[in-house]
């Protein structure tokens, strides 16, 4: 079974999925792209890409992911959404969670990040390496968070394994000016930068 979420931000968007087991991922169907694609095109066709913090974050990050709009932190005490020119953003908690999760990356990426930023060597940092996911194993009993994306626009499943509970799911957002929800059932989070939106879940299940 799979739960799915999508999460926007502004102009960019950054989605959201909950998902149960391997399987099929619903994904949106691409626009036709120009004979000769601009570079902002072709930048938003690639995958989306998580960073080992190896010291170019704050010490409870352990992976980011860089967007044009906003940073996000995976931290072990859940992800942080920060807005470019914010220092807070929103934190999203999962209610009645392991208190300490374990966060790995997954499909290590080809290529390697570079930051030499100043002339003091000792804050340089070389040789990041870069995964296509992020994944909180068992954050509830028998389900797993995976962070992911494509095309500029980022994910993250809830998998849930045969026999686990999905009402223990619970999602907390803090840090936001403004809470709502629109007609559609779809909650909306206002920040200084624009709106956050969290779209209602969507459940579907893998069979053979």
Not at 55 to 65: E, I, K, M, Y
Not at 169 to 180: K, P, T, V, Y
Request: glycine share 10%; net charge neutral; proline share 9%.
């Amino acid at each position: 079974m799979r739960i799915v979420n999508h999460l926007i931000l502004s102009v960019l968007p950054l989605a959201a999925q909950i998902v149960t087991q391997p399987g099929h991922h619903v994904v949106p169907r691409p626009l036709a792209a120009p004979l000769t694609p601009s570079p902002v095109r072709v930048a938003a066709s690639l995958p989306v890409s998580f960073e080992a913090n190896l010291g170019q974050a704050a010490p409870d990050v352990r992976f980011l992911s860089r967007n044009k709009n906003f940073t996000l932190l995976l931290t072990s005490s859940g992800p942080v959404v920060q807005p470019h020119g914010e220092e807070d953003g929103i934190r999203i908690r999962f209610g009645g969670a392991r208190a300490v999760p374990e966060v790995l990356g997954r499909e290590l990426l080809p290529g390697k990040t570079h930051f030499f930023l100043g002339n003091d060597t000792r804050e340089w940092r070389a040789n990041i390496p870069a995964y296509g996911k992020v994944c909180y194993p068992n954050l509830y009993p028998g389900i797993d968070v995976v962070f992911h994306g494509s095309r500029n626009q980022l994910e993250y499943d809830f998998e849930i394994r045969p026999g686990a509970d999905p009402g223990a799911i619970s999602l907390q957002f803090e840090g936001a000016q403004r809470i709502s929800l629109d007609s559609t059932g779809d909650l909306i989070l206002g920040t200084a930068s624009g709106e956050l939106r969290q779209r209602r879940p969507r459940v579907f299940q893998d069979i053979d």
